[in-house]
């Protein structure tokens, strides 16, 4: 083995510990050897039939199968027998721009909506081992353990239309409508999936979690369409075994999405609880579901931080995240096996974390950290990128109350929680089965009033996670600066994100694919595409595998106690990335926020021997001016003109702006998984031994300067001075003292600190 392999090695066991890579090293072996196909053989349907899985074989033929459901079925979130008493709640949520019915439609005409952006011909029945864009098949001869994740290009090409994700619009349009044809067209599909998918054969077995998320869309679809005709003895038979089977390949290779400390571990382990609690008649029922439920508590000890933040440092994944666990705890309360307070309280920290980093007006969030598309509970009309459902939902099942004012959002409550609104009333009204424990209601009436939590969005930290947000009036920026407990997903410590009047002005790229040709393969992810400071054109940290960056940098975050006056807030902090160097560099960043409209960033970096550092600023796409005698740029947003203005002291930079470049990554962002739009680049690059960087930004944006240690602002009716602490040494803040003057003194305003120690006592439960 080779110096490198020995070094990879050593850090793999610093980082991810001996326990890990002992496991993987005991998967691979499982995989390699054979062992994996011994312990889940490939077979026909035939050879696995529901009899084998059922504690009363003789209950298997389908008659009685059927009657042995209809007699003994468990609850569910809600009764397919009172469907047609709920048709007249829907058109509150729906709109001639966007309802389920289009989705439903489409579906029967073979298209499926990809990664909720992207209309994709998949035909129908849909080419189940496809990539529908290349045509590119994955083998359906093979054991699911001999199959490589990339062997035909992007597999999340492939596993799109195999989570069956559609069937959330589909019962959602059959609700709306009663049109039968509906659920013929699941039943359809469900069919058609058991003749090209056996068991343990082709890619759609290989990964639990991609099971797991079928199983819950197969479950809603088996209680959406209950009252249906099409959903016949032998088809509800047929979907039994479908599940049987999925949960003991599930079961049999769980100890690997848990080595991932993911949402992967986390979804497993919520289709484990799915089925050992609808399906009871099962023999391993029993072990499913408490294995399930005991892997539910213990990941959110250990993955979930106590400031709500995850350990996959990913909004789309904290989204993930929250709907394994909305579903998951829901489905405990309404048959009476309820986890703990301590869990419950864990997710409302993990919610409220969602909604202290939401823009007001969209119900948006910063496109922080991987994001694959994923969206496992699409129950409403609302777009993406729109989180309002997730915060309505999350505050529900754990106060009883909702969190934000009423819209489309509210139809998950509808379908989670059995609540309906009277608008005329006010009211949320909970009907069959029970809203929602009795251990977490706020009134003991069956009725609960239209209250909404009281805390407000507030300057933010969340100290375990790293995060931080400072907000105005007008908007709210986003930094990070993270010790990481675990694996970081992209290297983008110090990015900043500004958020104003609605608009997401400095961006984060996104994710466009995990596997494509150059420049598109996770590119991304690299820290020169985000908003910061790269030295010697390096990553922060360096790449170690397709989702591994070693060793992991290290980040600080510092107190707020800046001495300032007036409406000014202000934020320290940097990162260790670059002291791998051998001349050690340290990144120290200072944000601050100055009144409503305008940011300052200032960086400094240092070193002993002369450095390329690049400063650079991902903008949204919008028509644009360059001034590049005073390194300025002015776009044109939908809301108004924004300026954003760069500073270099002490050494000659150069500027540059690229929009959509041809050759590379530069000036796109991917807002959606598999789909790009051109953004604005801009980047600022000298080389000296030690650098101070000055970015402001807001509609009036000036540029900086810098004179003795203290950089130097004008706005249009105000002035404003930063005094640096520029030093080698580590663990000092780089911002001082602001001092200000004009209309930044005279204003009274300002906004409360809320830390994660708040979160926890406002989400203290009742019993404790």
């Not at 908003?531 to 595998?545: F, S």
Request: proline fraction near 5%.
């Amino acid at each position: 083995m080779d110096a490198s392999r020995l070094y990879q090695c050593w850090q793999l066991l610093r980082y991810l510990g001996p326990t890990w890579l002992m496991y993987r090293l005991y998967h691979a072996m499982r995989i390699k050897s054979g062992l994996i196909r011994r312990q889940v053989p490939a077979t026909t349907w035939g050879q696995q039939p529901l009899s084998a899985f059922l504690s009363d074989p003789s209950q298997a033929e389908v008659e009685k199968y059927a009657a042995l459901r209809q007699s003994s079925a468990r609850r569910f979130f809600f009764d397919p027998q009172r469907k047609a008493q709920f048709k007249p709640c829907f058109a509150k949520w729906d709109s001639s721009e966007s309802s389920p019915e289009q989705i439903a439609d489409d579906l029967g005409q073979g298209f499926i909506e990809f990664f909720s952006h992207e209309r994709v011909d998949v035909g129908f029945p849909p080419r189940w081992h496809a990539d529908p864009f290349s045509g590119d098949a994955f083998p359906t001869d093979r054991h699911w353990s001999q199959i490589g994740d990339f062997g035909a290009g992007d597999v999340k090409l492939v596993w799109e239309t195999n989570r069956f994700a559609f069937v959330f619009p589909l019962v959602r349009a059959y609700w709306r409508t009663g049109l039968e044809q509906y659920a013929e067209l699941f039943w359809q599909l469900v069919e058609s999936w058991s003749v090209e998918n056996p068991p343990q054969l082709g890619v759609n077995w290989k990964c639990g979690q991609e099971i797991s998320l079928r199983v819950m869309a197969w479950s809603f679809g088996l209680y959406g369409f209950a009252s249906s005709p099409a959903s016949t003895p032998s088809r509800v038979a047929l979907l039994a075994q479908m599940m049987a089977v999925s949960g003991r390949r599930i079961e049999a290779n769980i100890g690997y999405a848990l080595s991932q400390r993911n949402n992967h571990g986390l979804s497993e382990a919520t289709g484990l609880w799915t089925i050992g609690a609808l399906f009871p008649e099962f023999a391993d029922a029993a072990r499913w579901g408490a294995k399930g439920r005991r892997l539910l508590e213990s990941q959110a000890r250990s993955l979930i931080y106590r400031d709500g933040a995850f350990s996959q440092h990913s909004m789309n994944y904290h989204r993930v995240m929250l709907q394994d666990y909305l579903w998951s705890m829901r489905l405990g309360d309404v048959l009476d096996q309820p986890f703990s307070n301590r869990l419950r309280d864990r997710i409302a920290a993990a919610g409220e974390f969602v909604y202290q980093l939401q823009d007001e007006s969209t119900g948006q969030v910063p496109c922080y950290g991987h994001d694959d598309g994923a969206l496992i509970l699409p129950l409403n009309n609302c777009a993406y990128r729109d989180y309002r459902p997730v915060v309505q939902a999350t505050s529900f099942l754990t106060t009883g109350k909702p969190r934000l004012d009423s819209g489309p959002w509210d139809e998950d409550l509808f379908w989670l929680f059995g609540v309906t609104e009277s608008s005329t009333r006010s009211t949320l009204t909970p009907s069959a089965p029970a809203a929602i424990p009795t251990s977490i209601m706020r009134t003991s009436s069956a009725t609960t009033t239209r209250e909404t939590a009281t805390s407000l969005r507030t300057d933010f930290e969340a100290p375990e996670g790293g995060y931080t947000t400072l907000r105005s009036s007008t908007g709210f920026a986003l930094t990070r600066a993270a010790r990481f407990r675990h694996r970081p997903a992209q290297a983008d410590l110090l990015h900043v994100d500004i958020w104003w009047q609605g608009e997401n002005v400095a961006i984060d790229p996104g994710t466009y694919s995990y596997n494509a040709p150059f420049p598109w393969n996770n590119s991304l992810a690299q820290t020169s595409h985000h908003n910061t400071v790269t030295v010697d054109g390096l990553n922060q940290m360096q790449r170690a595998g397709r989702f591994l960056w070693l060793p992991w940098s290290k980040g600080k975050s510092f107190s707020r106690n800046v001495p300032h006056q007036g409406d000014v807030a202000c934020w320290n902090g940097e990162h260790d990335g670059y002291r791998r160097l051998s001349d050690p560099v340290t990144h120290r960043r200072g944000l601050v926020r100055l009144g409503a409209e305008h940011w300052l960033v200032i960086d400094s970096l240092q070193g002993l021997k002369p450095h390329s550092f690049r400063l650079h600023w991902l903008l949204l796409d919008a028509p644009y001016e360059v001034d590049f005698a005073e390194n300025s740029l002015e776009l044109q947003t939908a809301v108004g003109r924004y300026r954003v203005a760069l500073a270099a002291v002490g050494s000659t930079s150069r500027c540059e702006v690229v929009r959509a470049d041809n050759e590379s990554a530069r000036g796109w962002s991917s807002p959606f998984y598999h789909a790009r739009q051109p953004a604005i680049s801009v980047s600022l690059e000298t080389t000296a031994t030690k650098m101070v960087f000055a970015t402001v930004l807001g509609p009036d944006a000036e540029t900086p300067t810098v004179d003795n240690n203290v950089v130097h602002l004008q706005g249009p009716d105000w002035t404003a001075s930063a005094a640096l602490n520029l030093t080698r040494d580590r663990g000092v803040a780089l911002i001082r003292s602001i001092d200000v003057d004009g209309s930044l003194l005279s204003s009274t305003r300002s906004i409360t600190h809320r830390s994660f120690e708040s979160i926890t006592e406002s989400h203290q439960c009742t019993s404790c």
